[in-house]
Structure formats: structure tokens, C-alpha cells
């Protein structure tokens, strides 16, 4: 099709799936600061198998749990010291950055499916839109999707506008407001097969669906000292003695707020998730 066309053109220019899944592992460090909730830092260093899709991460400083090391290892979270180390469930986060950060090579996984949108102008520049869905039963959260924004002359990866649709953080269906990230800030990995380029910036907004444009800028992240193909001992993703250990998609309930009579309820948005669950 027409989008499917569009994004393996843009994995090509990024350096090509083969180079990608050749490498067969990635690591990297993920700062993920809310600007409005500087004490909800998510700041950890992570190793990911690409084939099998486990993760593993240590906390690093600054971060806001308490010393945090977790993992999916392909059936199983887990998490030590204790399941409260770590202000978000490890099953959520634990792939969540990775999935961010290995955009747009990501959405070759099978389940994917690929629509194409009409053309929409970001930052002055006219973009080729294309939205990614997912069959059903695919990963924990199907519901999720993504709308990549594609350069006209290169189709490298400018943003993406996304929605979370977890169900630990939504049992009864739907999803949050959209958002919008922007990939900037691109450097050239080298891997055994060739390198791959990846962004190192992620400022992400909230986004104005009725204007047709990003507001202002909520959360900005960023990846640094990214590897490729490192080879790990197979324990590395299997949980320590003593770590909380749970095959269940779950979410910390919110925190209730009482509202004047007058006001209306809050809805519950992404914002919610990322600067209270995450």
C-alpha cells in the first residue's frame, strides 16, 4: 500500500530493518522529565533483546523511585526492591521508552497496520501523514496508535502524534488525549550491520485536535550513550531473589480529588498517567 510504502521508506532512510535487527539488542539511557512535576523524573538505564522484546532497567540518579531495577521478561514483570520502588507498573514502562526510541524501525512488527492520512504541515513543513494501528491481540495494549508525520523528501521521522490506551490504566476501554513528539536531535549509531539513526530529543506537547496543532510542551526527554548489539548473559533479564514478580497487566488507582460542585470532573488524560502512574 501507499502508507506501508512510506514507512519503509522511512526506516530506510534510517539506516534499513536489516541494520536494525541485525543488531539484535539495544541499550540506552531515557530522561523522561513532566516539566510541570519535576519530582516524577523517570530517569533509567535500559538493555532490550529486540527479538524477544524483553527489557530490563536500572534506575539512575535523579530518578523518582527509590533505586528501582525491573524487567518483562517475555511473560513476567518484575520489580525490586519492592512493587512500589518505581512510581509507574513495570509491565508498562518497561518497554514503553524503547518503543518511543526505536521508531520508526518499531512499526515493522507484525500486527501493525498502516493508513494513510491527508498531508498536514508541522513546523512549516508539509508532511506525509501515515497511522499506525494494530490488530487485535497484539501486545498489551492493541488500542494504542500512532500518527507518524514523514518528511515529503526524505520520509525521515519528524514527530508523531499518539494516544495510551493501556488497560491497566483503562480496564474499561478508551485511551488519553492526544499528544504530540517531536524527534530531533538524530545522531548515527553503529551496529554490526551497518548503523542505524536514531533521535535523541523528545519534547512532547499536548495537542490542540480542534486547531490542528501542538500546544505547549509538557514532558521533554532525552536518550544518550545508545548501543547496538551488545550480547547479554541470559539471566540478565530474569528477576533477582526477593523481587515482586507479576504476570498481570495492573495500575496504582488514582488518587481521588474532590471537585466543587461547580466544577466539572476532570477527565482522565495522559497527563494523568505520565505525572501521577508514571
Known amino acids: 500500500s501507499e502508507a506501508g510504502r512510506l514507512v519503509w521508506e522511512s526506516i530506510e532512510h534510517h539506516g534499513g530493518l536489516r541494520a536494525w535487527l541485525a543488531a539484535g539488542t539495544i541499550a540506552f539511557e531515557f530522561d523522561y522529565r513532566p516539566v510541570d512535576a519535576p519530582e516524577r523524573r523517570m530517569h533509567t538505564f535500559q538493555k532490550i533483546d529486540l527479538w524477544s522484546a524483553r527489557a530490563v532497567h536500572e534506575e539512575l540518579e535523579g530518578g523518582a523511585g527509590a533505586s528501582a531495577r525491573f524487567a518483562w521478561d517475555g511473560e513476567r514483570a518484575w520489580i525490586a526492591p519492592g512493587p512500589d520502588a518505581f512510581p509507574t507498573p513495570a509491565r508498562f514502562w518497561a518497554l514503553t521508552p524503547y518503543y518511543f526510541v526505536g521508531m520508526p524501525f518499531v512499526v515493522a512488527d507484525s500486527g501493525a497496520r498502516y493508513e494513510r492520512l491527508p498531508d498536514a504541515e508541522l513546523d512549516g513543513v508539509l508532511h506525509r501523514l501515515v497511522k499506525i494501528t494494530y490488530e ?69 506537547s ?43 497487566i495492573t495500575a496504582p488507582e488514582r488518587e481521588p480529588r474532590e471537585a466543587p460542585e461547580d466544577e466539572p470532573e476532570e477527565p482522565f488524560d495522559d497527563a494523568s498517567v505520565f505525572e501521577r502512574l508514571a
Not at 524527534?183 to 542505524?196: I, K
Not at 490542540?208 to 526527554?221: H, K, Y
Open 206 to 248: 499536548r495537542w490542540d485536535a480542534e486547531a490542528g496543532r501542538p500546544g505547549e510542551v509538557v514532558t521533554r526527554i532525552t536518550a544518550s550513550r545508545v548501543g547496538l548489539g551488545e550480547t547479554y548473559p541470559e539471566d540478565v533479564f530474569a528477576p533477582p531473589p526477593g523481587a515482586d514478580v507479576s504476570a498481570e
Open 136 to 204: 487485535a491481540g497484539t501486545g498489551d495494549s492493541p488500542d494504542d496508535y500512532y500518527v507518524l508525520y514523514l518528511h515529503p523528501r526524505t520520509h525521515a521521522l519528524a514527530a508523531l502524534r499518539y494516544v495510551v490506551a493501556y488497560p491497566g490504566f483503562f480496564p474499561d476501554g478508551g485511551h488519553t488525549p492526544e499528544k504530540l513528539m517531536r524527534y530531533d536531535a538524530f545522531e548515527a549509531f553503529e551496529g554490526p550491520a551497518g548503523a542505524v539513526r536514531l533521535a535523541t530529543r523528545y519534547d512532547t
